[in-house]
């Protein structure tokens, strides 16, 4: 089984947008949910945001009204638009396909 791959993360300014993707191989991608979880240092891993495979998506408190989870079937790609990014959000980001295939994680860093 091929593990998801993320893009996208990097080093922004408070207020700034990222937009995250996370590829994955079509065996999987259209018959699993799928979610972004984020690690922060000295923090546990939690969900950010997830997908069903019929397309209903649940956010965390924290984000939502600023991020917004989304898939491209044609394209097996998995999204992470985040809007008004806050210092808090910095952490490592990564794409899960249930049940357990993780991606590798991408830095996400917001400065103040």
């Known amino acids: 089984q091929v593990q998801p791959v993320e893009s996208g993360g990097g080093l922004v300014q408070a207020g700034g947008s990222l937009r995250l993707s996370c590829v994955a191989s079509?065996?999987?991608?259209?018959?699993?949910?799928m979610g972004w979880f984020r690690q922060a240092p000295g923090k546990q891993r939690e969900l950010v945001a997830s997908?069903?495979?019929?397309?209903?998506?649940n956010l965390g408190d924290s984000v939502k009204g600023r991020f917004t989870i989304s898939k491209d079937s044609a394209k097996n790609t998995l999204y992470l638009q985040m809007n008004n990014l806050k210092p808090e959000d910095t952490a490592v980001y990564y794409c899960l396909v249930a049940p357990n295939s993780w991606g590798q994680g991408t830095q996400v860093t917001v400065s103040s």
């Open positions: 079509g065996s999987i991608f259209n018959f699993n949910d």
């Open positions: 997908i069903t495979r019929s397309g209903r998506t």
